[in-house]
Structure formats: C-alpha cells, structure tokens
C-alpha cells in the first residue's frame, strides 16, 4: 500500500512537471512568433525600402547634376567681366549630392554593393570634384584659359559616373530581391509556428478541463481531511486538559513541601533545596499551561479576554521571575517600556506575558554568557482592522523587542519560524517539535492577537525579536493618572561606562525618561575626566588598573556612583550605590530620587508643569 502511494506520489510529481514544461514550450513559441512579426513589421520594411529608393534616385541625380555642370560649362558667356559665384553654386550642388551618397544609411547600404567597388568609384568621383575647385576658382575670377581643361576633366569623370549608377541598380535589384526572400521565408515560418500554436492551445485546453475536475475533487477530499484534522486538534485539547488537571495536585504538593522547608525553624541548608523545588514546580506548571494553551489554539478555543492592567509593573514581573535562573548563567538582563505607551493598556495581559516569557526563555536557552535586554515601544506598524470591545476608542500598536547576546539560532530553526499564519497558502504555525515549546506557542499567541513575529540572527552575535502586538485605547471608566518619571534639572549628565552595547543603550533610554544626559565609554575607560553629575560603572576590564583612582577622583568631586560592578559595590573606602539585574525603571527612578532630592524639578514632575 505505501510502495503504491509512494508510485503515485511520484507520478503526480511527474504530471507537474510535464505541464509546466508544457506551459512553458507554449510561452516560447508564442514569443518567437510575436519576435518575428516585429522583425518583418511594416515600419521596419518600409524604412528600408526609403534607403534603398532614395540611394538609387541620389545616384541618378549625381548623373544628371553631372551633365548638368558639363553643359554649363560648354554654354559659359566667356564674355561676361564674373560669374557672381553661379559656377562654385552648380559646383555644390553637383557635390551636394555626392555628399549625400557617402554617408548616413544611404552611404552604408552602397558599401555593401558589389564587394565595394562602389566605394572605390564613389571615392575617385568625389577626388576628381575636388581637384575642379582650383581651376573653378580661376574661371570664377574671369581667367578663362582654364575652361577647356576643366570640360575635360569633367568629360573624362563621366565615365566613372556612368559605371557607379550602373552598379548601384543592379545592386539596388539584388538587395530588394533578398529583402523579399527574407520576408517570405519569415512569413513561412510565421504560418508553421501559428500551426503549433494552435495545436498546443488545444492541448492546454484539454489538460485544463481535466485539471478542474481533478481540483473539484481535491478540493472535496480536502474539505474531509480538515473535518478530520479539527476533530484530532479536539481530542489533543481534551487529552492535555486531562492531563493538567491530573498533574497539578502533584506540582501543588511540591510547591507546598518548598513552602514548609522555607519556613524560619529549616536549617540554611534545606533553603537552597526548597526554593530550587519551588522554581522546578513553577517550571514544570508552566509547561504544562503551554501545553494546554497550544492545544486550546489548535482547537480554535482559546478565547482572549482584554483587561485593564499596568503595563510597567506587569512587564518588569517577567524578567523578575527569570531572576534566579539567569543568574546562575551570569546573564545581565534589563528592561525599557518606552514613557510614550500608556501606563495602563487593555489587551490579554495574560497572553502577553506568556509571549514575554517564552522569548525570554528562548534567550536564556541560547545565551550563555553576555547580557539580555527587553524593549516595549510605540510600534510604527499600522494598527490592525479588528472589532473593537465596548469601551474602547481606537486600536494601537505597541512592539515588545528582546535582544541577547548569545550564539544565534540555526537555520533550520529559523527557517521554521518564518511561517505567517495571515499570508495565503502558509500552514497555522510552526511545530513544538521544530522550535521549541515556548517559541511555537509564542508564534501561535502573536498571530492570535493580530500581532506580527520578526527576528533577526547572527551565528555568535545573539538574535533579537520584535513582536507588534495591538492593544485597545479605553474612553470610559474612570480616569488614571499617568506615570510620569522623575526629572532631574536641566544640564543634568551622566557618565556611563559600559562595554555592552546592548545595555549601554537601555540605560541611556532609561535615564533619557529622567532628563539626564548620558555620555558612553564604550571602550570601559575611567579615565574620562569630563564634568558630571552621576556616574554608573558597569562592565569595563580597567577597574583592577584604574577603579581605585576613579572611585577617589569621584569622591573628591562628591559625584554619586551606582554600579552593578561587583568589585566597584564591595569597595570599601566609597560608598557606591549598588544595582542588581534585572536593571528595571523603577530601580534607578528609587535611586536618582535619592540621590538628587534637594534639588528641582523633581517627584515625577515634568519640566512643563
């Protein structure tokens, strides 16, 4: 049965590739017949039948402007005093022509005449003309001793003359005649291409009509096999809503047994275990919710409920809850929601969390060492065209950006996470078995929401997403207070020494919200001796040559120092003012409204209030 699907499989392949070489054989002919009725177009022909009439009727004008200069010369009044220049003007006009046959497409089309002797005639005519000039001139002036020499000269070019018109006829007749063969044999094979032309159309037709009928028959087997699919999807939905239910009183009595052996009578000892249990029951809670949660988007179930929420404190959770894990990896990680967004959003604050907490993981996963940073932004995207909920006004968009400094994603996994649900013809999302549980349920989430999926990688340079999710703008209920940062007074700066980039920038945005001016030592050192008014000390490879100086050419200025450098917070002769990741607003807002409290504006004012 397999080996005859298979031989199916291949023939239907094959069928594939017949008809579309097929197709292809039909748009070749069709241009080769289109290519040749331009070629012999009216225009074309009718150009060069212009160059040809005309080299023939020059070469004959040559001939009578010849005989028409000689008898003028015969005929001249050797009386009169001058010639007022009635010679030289016969003299042009008989060159005028000669001009006309050397060059442009007349001249060309002679050339080929007779091998060339045309050429060579033509060019012994124009050199005879020429040697006329001189005693031209002289019979011009009145000498006419000069005349009979001159009739002559003309005389003996006549012969010449008489020869090149001879061979331009003839040469004239065998281009025409060619010209017409030309065109027969292009009308010829005109007629035997239309004739394939048709047949093959023929054939498309046939091949068409059968193809419909075998595609109303697809389409029907298809319409059965997704009958089917749906009721899989339903039965993975209740098999995995089965299998939470029965999972979790195991997970609670974990989570329990970790709370009692964090109580004040444990020894120090059992803590460690108990909070690693703890963080093992939330881990394996949380899975099991994924699982659930694809299972429910398969099945079309899965309903979103948009609640009023805080944006910043619900954000900040997300990273508090990776605290532990990230640092036993050493990874730095710190968060930025942009002061443009409102403080309270209405959307499935839930979901969102989720999207947060698998990209998250993702980094973690592929980060072995650096520095996470977590961005939530006004988007640029236009806002999706999707009902609005009792309420609510409008419809924006905000973009959650995660970046790490990890080892990048391989291509196939990229490749995978590509797919776009709301394009044609693209499958409903990727595979948990080919991305990843938590990628696969964040792809399904953020096309769920109306939301879009990007990313971009770097093998060694770390990857980062940006997700546009859409959130709902309130008009009703009551009316709340929008969170405004502490602003510190103008000409206010900041020395930021940091090697990551990555985390330089999140501060600089941070402190940017609190009216600080931020300056960069992006090579780490210390010893920039600008003014300023605070100073954080962050990653840098000088503080064993350089921190001992600096922390006292700081204290000496009493400019406050905050640093999550560990050897800068336990040193010992200044206090500095510790930061622990994750590096959130809210900390840093707590520290610049200490360390700058008597001065103003500050206490979440703004400098327009």
Request: proline content about 5%; some cysteine.
């Amino acid at each position: 049965m397999m080996r005859l699907f298979q031989r199916k499989m291949w023939l239907s392949i094959f069928k594939q590739w017949v008809m579309y070489g097929f197709i292809l054989f039909i748009i070749t002919v069709a241009l080769a017949i289109f290519s040749i009725i331009t070629y012999t177009s009216d225009g074309s022909k009718n150009n060069s039948r212009r160059v040809f009439e005309s080299s023939l009727w020059n070469a004959l004008q040559l001939q009578l402007q010849s005989y028409r200069f000689l008898n003028y010369l015969i005929e001249l009044d050797q009386q009169a005093p001058s010639l007022n220049g009635e010679a030289f003007f016969r003299y042009d006009v008989l060159m005028s022509r000669v001009d006309l046959l050397r060059k442009g497409e007349i001249g060309e089309l002679i050339r080929n005449f007779e091998g060339g002797r045309t050429t060579r005639l033509l060019n012994i005519i124009n050199g005879e003309m020429e040697l006329l000039s001189f005693q031209l001139s002289k019979i011009e002036a009145g000498d006419y001793s000069y005349l009979p020499a001159l009739v002559e000269r003309v005389k003996s070019v006549d012969t010449q003359i008489n020869e090149f018109v001879t061979l331009v006829n003839k040469g004239s007749n065998d281009y025409i005649s060619d010209q017409h063969k030309t065109l027969q044999k292009n009308l010829d094979t005109i007629q035997l291409l239309s004739i394939i032309l048709l047949a093959c159309l023929l054939g498309l037709g046939f091949f068409t009509i059968k193809g419909l009928v075998q595609l109303k028959r697809v389409f029907k087997l298809n319409s059965n096999l997704n009958d089917n699919i749906q009721a899989v999807h339903e039965d993975k939905a209740q098999m995995l809503t089965f299998i939470n239910q029965e999972t979790r009183p195991p997970i609670n009595a974990i989570l329990g047994i970790a709370s009692t052996l964090n109580s004040p009578e444990t020894p120090k000892n059992t803590k460690a275990l108990a909070k690693h249990i703890e963080e093992s029951g939330n881990q394996l809670l949380q899975i099991i919710e994924m699982l659930s949660d694809l299972a429910l988007i398969d099945a079309k179930k899965l309903a979103l409920t948009p609640t009023i929420e805080p944006l910043k404190s619900s954000i900040e959770d997300c990273l508090i809850l990776f605290e532990s894990q990230m640092a036993r990896k050493n990874l730095q990680s710190i968060v930025y929601i942009d002061p443009n967004l409102p403080a309270f959003v209405c959307l499935d604050l839930i979901r969102t969390k989720e999207i947060i907490v698998a990209l998250l993981q993702n980094a973690i996963n592929h980060t072995p060492t650096g520095s996470i940073s977590l961005q939530v932004r006004p988007s640029a995207s236009g806002a999706p065209v999707i009902p609005l909920p009792a309420g609510t006004k409008e419809v924006s968009v905000m973009q959650i950006a995660l970046r790490d400094t990890g080892q990048g994603m391989t291509d196939e996994l990229q490749q995978n996470l590509r797919i776009n649900p709301s394009l044609p013809m693209q499958q409903e999302g990727p595979l948990p078995s080919k991305v990843g549980l938590s990628l696969a349920l964040c792809h399904k989430l953020v096309y769920l929401m109306k939301g879009e999926m990007h990313f971009s990688c770097a093998p060694q340079k770390g990857c980062e997403f940006w997700v546009d999710i859409p959130f709902y703008v309130s008009d009703t209920g009551p009316i709340i207070e929008q969170h405004k940062p502490p602003q510190c007074p103008d000409n206010t700066q900041a020395l930021l020494i940091e090697t990551d980039a990555q985390l330089a920038k999140v501060i600089s945005l941070q402190l940017a919200t609190m009216n600080i001016s931020v300056t960069v030592s992006k090579e780490g050192s210390m010893q920039d001796n600008r003014h300023c008014n605070l100073v954080i000390l962050g990653n840098t490879a000088s503080f064993e040559r350089d921190g001992h100086d600096a922390l006292q050419q700081w204290k000496n200025r009493s400019c406050p120092v905050m640093s999550y450098h560990p050897l800068a917070i336990n040193y010992s002769d200044f206090q500095v003012k510790p930061l622990h990741f994750p590096i959130t607003q809210s900390q840093l807002e707590a520290h610049i409204i200490t360390l700058f409290a008597n001065k103003k504006p500050l206490q979440g004012s703004t400098k327009n209030d």
